[in-house]
């Protein structure tokens, strides 16, 4: 090889090298550029979530809250923008968050928890200077909580996604004897509020489009028979039968200062209630039974009962060997419980789809303390309706917690 091409072999060498840095130096470039474009896109989706929780938190102390200072300021920025939109009983929540030119959205959908997801509920255990006790009779299926403490006796059933109790856990002889069998998230120590409104929300929901209330009348007989309605004002009268959506387009049926006294067979979806106590005078079930373990069981039927004062089971013949009950129940200031509880004859169970909430735990019927035998009244058979992790009667009160349904970043 000569002095000449020896030279050109040297100067091709330089010109590759020459390429290769200069692509070196366009690849850190463009990596530098990215690195930073991912620094801006992280922190405006962190704005935007500053913006989501800013805006849950309000809705959670205010379910009506707007927002109202649109653009919010993040680190001396303008740079955040919420919206809150109602579409029934879900709110879609947005938050544009902005950083240096890169703008990032965030949209959740959001719903009020509602006590109707409970299968059962109670904020005391029990009237004033009385116990009452879940005996090996007893089981419970679904979510379970009480604000007070839990009483046991030889081991009853607790099956559900949680279970929880404000107080402590109290044994009638001791935990070998008498600990409960709990299947699911087990959490003492948690309290959750009451609402003192949710019976007067109904009223209001009755009287508005769509609804139905009933006045002047101490006591309402109200029937389902599929597509109908049957109602009376005296035992002894004859029925008086319209078709349900005549009645009700809402599916909303409210008692005014009156006693309702139910029974039959319920087709679609209602709430009825009173600001006075309900009789079920016979079953009250679904015209499409749904599988209670399957939450996306197709049955369109569902049912909430709601009193301020209590809901009986009536002591009468057609309730002498068990009741069937399909619904979601709910008593502000008393409770659920069986008609003379005490001195009624055994009367089988109370056979319940869907959940109770009330103020405080009734009697059902009483048990021999050795024996664990029912001595009057009822035992319980209670099964949690699935269908209400994402079903709720028209209307239902809700707790102070939202339930997320989705969240699109």
Excluded at 70 to 99: C, H, M, Q, R
Excluded at 114 to 127: K, M
Excluded at 133 to 162: A, I, M
Excluded at 349 to 373: A, E, P
Aim: cysteine-free.
């Amino acid at each position: 090889m000569g002095g000449k091409a020896a030279l050109l072999l040297v100067l091709g060498f330089s010109s590759i090298l020459l390429i290769i840095g200069l692509n070196f130096n366009s690849v850190s470039g463009s990596a530098a550029d990215n690195s930073g474009k991912y620094f801006e896109l992280v922190t405006a989706k962190e704005i935007a979530r500053t913006g989501i929780n800013l805006a849950a938190s309000n809705i959670a102390k205010n379910p009506g809250w707007q927002p109202d200072g649109n653009p919010y300021s993040f680190s001396g920025e303008e740079n955040l923008i919420i919206s809150v939109k109602d579409t029934g009983d879900v709110k879609t929540i947005t938050a544009i968050g902005e950083y240096k030119g890169i703008t990032k959205l965030i949209e959740v959908k959001v719903r009020a928890a509602s006590f109707s997801e409970f299968a059962y509920f109670s904020d005391e255990e029990a009237p004033t200077g009385e116990e009452i006790w879940w005996t090996k009779k007893d089981s419970v299926w679904g979510p379970f909580h009480t604000n007070d403490v839990l009483r046991v006796s030889k081991h009853p059933y607790f099956n559900g996604p949680s279970t929880s109790h404000g107080g402590s856990l109290i044994y009638q002889s001791d935990a070998a004897a008498d600990e409960p069998v709990i299947v699911g998230d087990y959490n003492p120590g948690l309290t959750i509020s009451l609402p003192i409104d949710g019976v007067s929300g109904l009223s209001t929901k009755a009287s508005g489009t769509g609804g139905y209330v009933f006045s002047g009348h101490p006591e309402v007989f109200l029937e389902f028979a599929g597509d109908s309605l049957k109602y009376k004002f005296n035992a002894a009268d004859a029925y008086t039968t319209v078709l349900g959506s005549d009645l009700s387009t809402s599916g909303i049926i409210y008692v005014e200062n009156g006693n309702l006294r139910l029974q039959g067979t319920v087709k679609g979806k209602w709430s009825v209630g009173t600001n006075k106590s309900v009789y079920l005078d016979d079953d009250i079930v679904y015209n499409d039974v749904p599988d209670f373990t399957d939450k996306n069981d197709p049955s369109n039927d569902l049912l909430g009962i709601l009193s301020k004062e209590n809901v009986y089971v009536t002591n009468n013949a057609e309730n002498s060997s068990d009741i069937n009950i399909h619904a979601s129940i709910y008593v502000e200031n008393g409770g659920f419980q069986a008609e003379d509880y005490k001195t009624r004859p055994v009367s089988g169970y109370i056979n319940l789809v869907g959940g109770v909430t009330q103020k405080t735990r009734q009697g059902v019927g009483t048990f021999n303390s050795s024996s664990g035998n029912i001595e009057s009244g009822f035992a319980k058979n209670y099964r949690y309706d699935s269908r209400l992790q994402r079903m709720v009667p028209p209307y239902f009160p809700s707790t102070s917690t939202f339930r997320i349904l989705s969240w699109l970043e």
